[in-house]
């Protein structure tokens, strides 16, 4: 694989481009199951995860993902940086860059800064969440979980359920699958659902408990609780009524089928707690997925070497 300098997004990948990432990540799963889960391909390397936004699972495991890749990780915390003083996104990565930083994995709220940052950076850029846009790894390791449980992608039948229109994981899983040929089916309240969304070949639907028994996987987006209020759905109870993953509605669904959520979650809106914690979720299995998948992404993009 010849990869661009940046992982952007999942929108202008090729479906080669998806299967070499899940494939590496694949191998990868074998080195994290060794007594000493660590390979020397990034020694010398340096990597910066750079987040304007909380995080918890992706920040984490990139950072354990260089680790195991024996690259040197720096974390940077916008709450004791000078962005404190006022310094812009350019300035910092600029400086930092100055350091000797080989690759950037960025977080920020602003749809569009990864790429302002891969256009201005000699240093790889990660995109680890961008506004709405995109959150490419997430998308990766969720195709990568989806597909150790039903082995061929383009089979796949995936319902995404909830705020669509502010979800940077609903938009890269949906270039993701329907790259690879899988049919794609969203479900929420007309006013979560973006305008001309069916122009990216998904279907479109209200009512879940009409269709949740048609899907392989079944994916639960948060519900940012903050847009309580904005008029874009009544309330967090009839949210949960309608489109809330509760026992009852999981026992319509296929028997093989798996439910997903990228976390965090809100237990007891979009789901139940005994649904999070049961048989049928991977949640944590993604989880666990996301270093391989990171370690994947890490790895292309900086040009490592098996030895
Ligand atoms: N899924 C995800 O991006 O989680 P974090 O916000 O905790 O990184």
Known sequence: MNPKKDLIGIERLTADEIYQYLDLADNFIEVLARPIPIVPALRG??????????????????????????????????????????????????????????????????????????????????????????????????????????????????????????????????????????????????????????????????NLDEIIGDFDVVMALRIQLERQGTGLFPSVREYRACYGLTKERVMRMKAKSIIMHPGPTNRGVEIDPDVADSKKSVILEQVKNGVALRMAVLFIHAGGKIE
């Open 45 to 206: 390397k340096t990597v910066l995860t750079l987040f304007f936004e909380a995080s918890t699972r992706t920040q984490i495991s990139f950072s354990i993902a260089a680790k195991r890749l024996s690259a040197d990780v720096v974390s940077f915390s916008q709450a004791t940086s000078s962005v404190k003083k006022g310094e812009t996104l350019l300035d910092t990565a600029r400086n930092i860059e100055a350091m000797k930083v080989d690759g950037v994995v960025i977080r920020h709220s602003a749809p569009g800064a990864a790429l302002f940052l891969g256009q201005r950076l000699d240093a790889f850029v990660i995109n680890a969440g961008d506004g709405t846009h995109e959150h490419p790894t997430q998308g990766l390791l969720d195709m990568m979980t989806m597909r150790q449980h039903f082995r061929d992608l383009k089979k796949l039948k995936v319902l995404i359920i909830g705020d669509v229109t502010h979800s940077r994981v609903a938009r890269s899983n949906i270039f993701g699958l329907r790259t690879v040929g899988a049919r794609v089916a969203i479900c929420a309240p007309p006013t979560l659902i973006p305008l001309e969304i069916e122009n990216l070949g998904v279907e479109v639907y209200n």
